[in-house]
């Protein structure tokens, strides 16, 4: 097989977000560079300080559309074909201009959609837009949905052949602790890793740590400037709850291995497979987590951690109870949760899933570029 060259788009930090992270991760990924795929790289990311649920497209969106299109344009006879990795919005709107430029050309287009929510966003589209999705859409080489769920909607709903649309979930660039963690003694420390805002549950952990005296929490994130008075006052009247501030992206699974669980009772909108999760399996941590959208794929209740309901600080507080009363059963959630990691390593996901997709041979380094100028500024 013979040496590719692949434009990769997508969002690089800042800000730190899922998306942005991953997509980081994919290029500096040891097996890309042992298999010599050359990149060339547009970082799509705005650069905002804080990722908004909904925003307006705005003049700057409309100015960076055109850019990237221009340097996609002009990259486009250099390459083999194009790896975009999109949020919803960018997928079905510049995303289609850059799926008919390159399949027009009958270069290979491959595409990782972020997050778990494209089917909704999709059906508030008008009916004539949701009709050019799906023609545009199955020009595609491959789909990369970053879920189970979203895989069944594009091949049951938008009737893409099955082998176009491929699972490929998010990974991490480690390898599974080789022992398990043990519950301490005296109580129970738990961590948050994410984003300090309402819809990932931060209110919902300060209050059950309001009812398990036994329970600790520290809460590690970048904190968004609407929750701040709230969780900086609610910190001030839980002494048992602390504020570690913003982790890098390399500091997590280490950080999160000092903790025995992890909790995330998430009701974002846009959740996908929540990389804190992952990190934690890696970690050999436990999670408790909600029952909301894609979470259930990864957290098995009673398994690797727990599931609990949106909105319910009681749950909450009494899985650490019942973590507590029956610290025996914990070996074995942290046991179950290393053995999760294995689905989610970079062989796994990149070295088993994607390069067979990109098509690819073998050198010796990964060789990319990141185009001056990018992300908006």
């Not at 420390?189 to 549950?201: A, D, L, M």
Request: charged share 25%; proline share 7%; glycine share 8%.
């Amino acid at each position: 097989m013979s040496k590719r060259k692949y434009l990769a788009m997508g969002p690089l930090p800042p800000p730190i977000g899922g998306d942005t992270v991953l997509f980081s991760r994919l290029l500096r990924s040891r097996l890309l560079q042992e298999a010599g795929i050359e990149l060339e790289v547009i970082d799509t990311s705005r650069k905002e300080k804080e990722s908004r649920l909904v925003r307006r497209l705005d003049v700057r969106d409309a100015q960076n559309a055109v850019r990237f299109l221009w340097r996609a344009i002009r990259l486009r006879p250099e390459v083999d074909g194009l790896l975009l990795w999109a949020n919803n919005r960018f997928a079905y709107t510049l995303g289609l201009l850059l799926i008919l430029l390159f399949s027009m050309r009958r270069k290979r287009v491959i595409i990782k959609l972020f997050g778990g929510d494209f089917a909704e966003e999709v059906a508030r589209l008008p009916r004539w837009m949701q009709k050019l999705v799906k023609s545009l859409f199955s020009r595609v080489d491959y789909l990369l949905p970053e879920t189970r769920g979203l895989c069944d909607f594009f091949r049951q709903r938008m009737g893409m052949a099955a082998e176009k649309v491929v699972h490929l979930p998010n990974f991490l660039p480690y390898q599974p602790p080789i022992s398990v963690h043990r519950l301490p003694v005296a109580g129970l420390r738990t961590v948050f890793i994410g984003q300090i805002r309402t819809e990932k549950g931060v209110f919902d952990i300060l209050e059950a740590v309001k009812r398990v005296p036994a329970m600790t929490c520290t809460f590690y994130g970048p904190i968004f400037a609407r929750e701040q008075a709230r969780f900086q006052q609610l910190l001030a009247e839980i002494p048992r709850a602390a504020y570690g501030g913003v982790l890098s992206p390399g500091e997590v699974v280490d950080k999160i291995a000092e903790y025995d669980l992890l909790l995330l009772p998430s009701y974002h909108p846009g959740e996908g497979y929540p990389a804190a999760i992952l990190e934690a399996f890696f970690a050999g941590v436990p999670v408790i987590a909600t029952a909301w959208r894609m979470i259930p794929e990864l957290v098995q209740h009673e398994v690797n951690g727990f599931l609990v309901k949106p909105n319910c600080p009681a749950e909450i507080a009494a899985c650490v109870e019942k973590i507590l009363s029956e610290p025996q059963r914990y070996e074995l959630l942290s046991d179950n949760a290393r053995a999760a990691a294995e689905q989610y390593t970079e062989q796994a996901v990149i070295g088993d899933i994607l390069l067979p997709l990109l098509d690819s041979g073998r050198a010796e380094t990964l060789l990319y570029r990141v185009q001056p100028g990018e992300g908006g500024g």
